[in-house]
């Protein structure tokens, strides 16, 4: 079964960059949809950037013209490039994907902004 690890988070000043990567130990040829969530203390999980296969790409209002999602199938990585970050972008951040026989998401990895 396909697995998904997540990488790149941490610690990082208002305005900085950060690269999101999930990595899937199985091909993601297949996938429907991969995604990022996040989820803030005391906050519900939400969509952050999602892509469907064929490129289509949608965004949280809140990240629109600061992250981007892309995808590597070759490396069976996605990833999430995280501009201009503030700290209200704070949280745990996820990966999910989406295949015909169901959902999986990754443990997360933390990203914290500081002010």
């Known amino acids: 079964q396909v697995q998904l690890v997540e990488s790149g988070g941490g610690l990082v000043q208002a305005g900085g960059s950060l690269r999101l990567s999930c990595a899937a130990s199985?091909?993601?040829?297949?996938?429907?949809?991969m995604a990022w969530y996040r989820q803030a203390p005391g906050k519900q999980r939400e969509l952050v950037a999602s892509?469907?296969?064929?490129?289509?790409?949608v965004y949280a209002d809140s990240v629109k013209g600061r992250f981007t999602i892309s995808r590597d199938n070759a490396k069976n990585t996605v990833y999430l490039q995280m501009n201009s970050l503030k700290p209200e972008d704070t949280a745990v951040y996820f990966c999910?994907?989406?295949?015909?026989?169901?959902?999986?998401w990754g443990q997360g990895t933390q990203v914290t902004v500081s002010s």
């Open positions: 999910n994907a989406v295949f015909q026989w169901g959902t999986i």
């Open positions: 199985g091909s993601i040829f297949s996938v429907n949809a």
């Open positions: 892509r469907i296969t064929g490129g289509s790409t």
